[in-house]
């Protein structure tokens, strides 16, 4: 009881201090604007992209087009209309992205035709495409054109890869902006004295604990605000089609944000209090900074290409690799929900050693002065 | 009460604690004293808990120290550090919060003792904004927020000018008038002598003299005469059977005797030399007990 009041008083230290910092508060706005921006701008100045290009194949029944063209309008749609010869035609100007899409529907109005698209087909083409045919057949039963994806998407379809890849990244800046909070975090009071006082009442894992808590908070917020933002723009912008796994993506994401972080950061903050001075303690870190920089070229470079692959399998239970490749593989779906399950308990273990190690390499640095200490002599130092 | 007893503490090759043993008893000022390097930031230390003694223990009240008898204690360390970007009445409130007072009484502690200061009007401002000797004082509050029942404090009036020292002084003498214990390290040993009951000497680890002052004074053998006596020079004494000239500066000399000495003796052959001045008699100062201790320990 008493202990968790403690750590949370320190987390809740770390909240308040720097969550009102000017520099927080602007780091938040400013990546808000760049993705907002980065959705929106280019929506509205690239606004011509929004004209959906449609080809009638063959002969098209008389009225079609006008009757495309007022379903258009009723869309607030811009569609533009061309004529192709024949289905091949259609399918050489899909594959080559001149059109959208191509609609083949009989002269006589006899049955209600087919939508050809290539990949997946857009809801509003779609809409007016159906809405035109439907008018044009009225009295007949009120069926849309067939639709036939010419190239239907599979399962590691690209969207997939560049969503896995922009979370890793995202994730890795996130571990290490906010690890190097910790970090100098610790060598500050260390350089300012004031652990002595904490310590005299805190114990050295309660507040490393407390640290990393609090930090990561911080650290949630803002990756929380940054995909809510991510999400919502591109919705907005009508840019991006989120793929169905996007929720549990988000989920994975987070859930793997929160081990990485606590891993990670807990390992710099330990690593922290072997440094005198604040130049010293990215020197002191370069361990875990390096080590973690490797697992995610590993990551990126291999399990993308191989996600079932036995590197992959082995990364996947490995603490300084699961929070890069399990969320990556999860992406593309190349994971079996055991393998997810042991690896979090892995992970979590492996957390709670590095809180009693940690702790111990900080306690027997963080009250020596003098230059920076070795940590073995840390180790040996405290007990 | 606390009681320190055998400590020792090594640092690889270097003993830092060689069987220390005092106590330091409710309601009274005891001055730790000790050349650099004799082991008072480490006793300290293994009072709180930030070192781990090899041998011996800390006792409070009788019984072993464990982390909540610390969180009553109130620690002012020689390396003076609070959060230099905190604001002053937060950082209190933490660290009352830190030694298990509900968010309200610390509040109003904090408050009570930055009034108490004259600090009241810079309870927003960041610490690092203050003036150093302010920042002092916030240190002391830091150590006091939540009314200790032993303060331990390291060189506490160590960069302090004298309304420094005086404010100090005042707010240690009324914490032990209060009950509360209080042991402080200095090396200012005059001042020592008028604010402590109680002084403890150590030495390389070693406790060499322990004890109210006023015995440990009475109990050396050695007095002072200081005589000054108009235009003698250094003519006086003539005989010094029984003293030895300390030294001189103009008319006055300072003589060492013993304890059984004829004193009226002494002063009829300073008035047959002149006229007298000054003839004052008494037990050394602590300054000189301190020399004394640490020699004989050495």
Redesign the interface.
């Known amino acids: 009881m ?1 202990r968790t009041t ?1 750590v949370w ?1 320190v987390a809740r ?1 770390e909240i ?2 720097r969550g009102r910092s000017r520099s927080y508060l602007l780091s938040l706005l400013f990546t808000v604007f760049l993705l907002v921006a980065g959705f929106v701008l280019p929506a509205l100045v690239m606004g011509d992209a929004s004209t959906l290009r449609l080809a009638l194949v063959g002969d098209a029944p008389a009225g079609l087009q006008p009757a495309l063209a007022a379903t258009a309008k009723a869309y607030d749609a811009k569609l533009e209309i061309s004529a192709v010869p024949d289905r091949r035609a259609a399918e050489v100007a899909l594959a080559a992205k001149a059109i959208d899409g191509a609609l083949q529907v009989p002269a006589d109005l006899s049955s209600a035709g087919t939508l050809l698209v290539q990949q997946r087909v857009d809801a509003t083409l779609q809409g007016i495409t159906g809405g035109a045919v439907i008018a044009l057949r009225a009295g007949s039963t009120a069926v849309p054109p067939a639709m036939e994806v010419l190239d239907p998407p599979r399962d590691s379809d690209t969207t997939a890869i560049i969503f896995a890849n922009a979370g890793i990244i995202l994730m890795f800046i996130g571990i290490f902006t906010y690890g190097t909070w910790v970090l100098t975090g610790v060598v500050e ?1 260390k350089q ?12 050295p894992r309660d507040l490393l604990m407390g640290k990393v808590l609090g930090i990561g908070v911080l650290a949630i917020a803002q990756l929380v605000v940054l995909v809510a933002a991510g999400i919502t723009a591109s919705q907005l912008s009508g840019r991006l089609v989120l793929p169905p796994t996007t929720l549990g993506a988000v989920i994975q994401l987070l859930t793997w944000f929160i081990l990485g972080f606590a891993f990670y950061s807990t390992a710099m903050g330990a690593l922290g209090a072997l440094a005198s001075r604040p130049d010293e303690a990215n020197n002191a870190a370069m361990p875990v900074t390096m080590s973690a920089t490797l697992f995610y070229i590993l990551s990126i470079v291999f399990v993308t290409q191989e996600p079932s692959g036995v590197l992959a399998r082995v990364l996947t239970f490995l603490p300084l690799s699961a929070p890069m490749v399990v969320p990556l593989r999860a992406a593309l779906g190349a994971i079996e929900p055991w393998e997810v399950v042991a690896s979090i308990a892995v992970m979590v273990a492996a957390i709670l050693l590095l809180f009693e190690a940690g702790a111990r390499v900080y306690a027997g640095a963080v ?1 020596q ?1 003098g230059g920076r200490m070795k940590l073995r002599d840390a180790w040996r130092a ?2 | 009460m606390l009681e320190i007893r055998g400590l020792t503490k090594r640092y690889g090759p270097v003993t830092a604690l060689d069987g220390a043993t005092f106590a330091a008893r409710p309601g009274r000022l005891l001055g730790f004293l000790g050349p650099n390097g004799a082991g008072k930031t480490t006793t300290m230390r293994c009072v709180f808990g930030l070192a781990t003694p090899d041998e011996g223990e800390v006792r409070w009240d009788g019984r072993p120290i464990d982390a909540t008898t610390r969180l009553r204690f109130g620690y002012m360390p020689e390396q003076r550090g609070l959060y230099p970007r905190m604001r002053v009445a937060e950082q209190l409130v933490y660290f009352g919060r830190q030694h298990g007072m509900p968010a309200r009484d610390a509040r109003l502690r904090a408050g009570a003792w930055l009034e108490r200061f004259g600090l009241t009007d810079r309870a927003k401002s960041k610490l690092e904004d203050l003036s150093h000797g302010n920042q002092q004082r916030v240190q002391l509050a830091t150590a006091l927020v939540h009314d200790p029942v032993l303060l331990v404090l390291d060189e506490p009036f160590s960069g302090l000018d004298p309304l420094g020292v005086a404010t100090m002084a005042e707010v240690v003498r009324e914490r032990a008038a209060a009950g509360v214990g209080v042991v402080f390290s200095s090396h200012q040993l005059d001042l020592v002598e008028e604010v402590c009951e109680d002084v403890v000497i150590i030495s390389r680890g070693r406790v060499v003299a322990a004890g109210a002052i006023d015995e440990l004074k009475s109990a050396s053998g050695r007095r002072h005469l200081d005589v000054e006596i108009a235009g003698a020079g250094s003519s006086w004494p003539a005989d010094a059977a029984g003293a030895a000239i300390l030294g001189r500066s103009g008319d006055a000399v300072r003589l060492l005797v013993d304890e059984t000495v004829d004193l009226g003796e002494l002063l009829a052959s300073a008035r047959a030399a002149g006229e007298v001045r000054r003839f004052s008699y008494g037990p050394p100062k602590l300054s000189e007990l301190f020399m004394e201790a640490v020699e004989a320990g050495a």
């Open positions: 008493r403690v008083l230290r308040l201090e009071e300012s004295r004031v652990v002595e006082v904490i310590l005299s009442t805190v114990r009250l002065g405290s007990r």
